[in-house]
């Protein structure tokens, strides 16, 4: 069935780096995408979102890129923190009649190496 | 953003019991969500909940094992039924704002014995 996926499960980024987070999608009818960041014992945080009529949206210290030709989307996050470590998700908004849902990704965790 | 409150944040329950989970947001939203989370795991949609109306789930989720209600624009309810180990998870609700930004609660932490 259609999915959102990540291709990694786990990044160790040195502090100070740059983090990379990607993820692939297969419903090409989608047009909107969020990424969420979870913290252990919280529920998910908005990150940032795109639109499918957009590649690129800035945030502060957060870029997402979305590349509709291969299905893939990215988030990359400048001079990670240690505040940084957890768990992301990308998410695709899913809509359909009168009814929309939003369908998660797997998970990237994230740890910040000293 | 709305701020959403969850209730009870933990329970460990016996198996072929019921817990039922409130959420209540400080606003009126239109979208209410109820999603699972199993232990390292990503977010399921269990059901939609509808204001007025019966929610609507998704496949594998069923209205006998997981009844929900949402009697107002600020409130809903999921209960666990008939409880089993496999239930251990976490229960999360979520609301959509106009801006189909979803935000969503600290979740109820469920283990089941």
């Known amino acids: 069935g259609e999915s959102v996926g990540l291709h990694l499960p786990t990044l160790s980024v040195q502090e100070g780096d740059n983090s990379i987070i990607n993820c692939a999608y297969s419903n090409s009818a989608s047009d909107y995408f969020i990424w969420y960041k979870q913290e252990s014992g919280k529920g998910p945080q908005f990150i940032i979102d795109?639109?499918?009529?957009?590649d690129k949206r800035q945030g502060q210290r957060v870029t997402v890129l979305l590349n509709k030709t291969v299905k893939h989307l990215s988030l990359q996050i400048a001079a990670t923190q240690p505040g940084d470590s957890a768990v992301y998700f990308c998410?695709?908004?899913?809509?359909?009649?009168?009814?929309?849902?939003?369908?998660f990704g797997s998970g990237t965790r994230l740890s910040i190496r000293p | 953003s709305a701020v959403i409150s969850q209730k009870p944040s933990r329970d460990i329950c016996q198996r072929g019991t019921s817990l039922t989970i409130q959420c209540q947001v400080d606003s009126q939203v239109t979208m209410m969500f109820w999603y699972r989370q199993q232990p390292g795991q990503s977010l399921t949609l269990i059901a939609t909940a509808n204001q007025g109306s019966e929610a609507t789930y998704e496949s594998g989720f069923v209205i006998d094992k997981f009844p929900i209600s949402r009697p107002n624009l600020t409130f809903s309810t999921l209960t666990v039924s008939n409880m089993s180990p496999e239930d251990s998870s976490i229960y999360l609700c979520?609301?959509?704002?106009?801006?189909?930004?979803?935000?969503f609660g600290s979740g109820t932490q469920l283990s089941v014995l």
């Open positions: 979520s609301v959509g704002d106009a801006n189909e930004k979803l935000f």
């Open positions: 998410a695709e908004y899913r809509r359909w009649s009168s009814a929309s849902k939003i369908i």
């Open positions: 795109i639109r499918s009529n957009m």
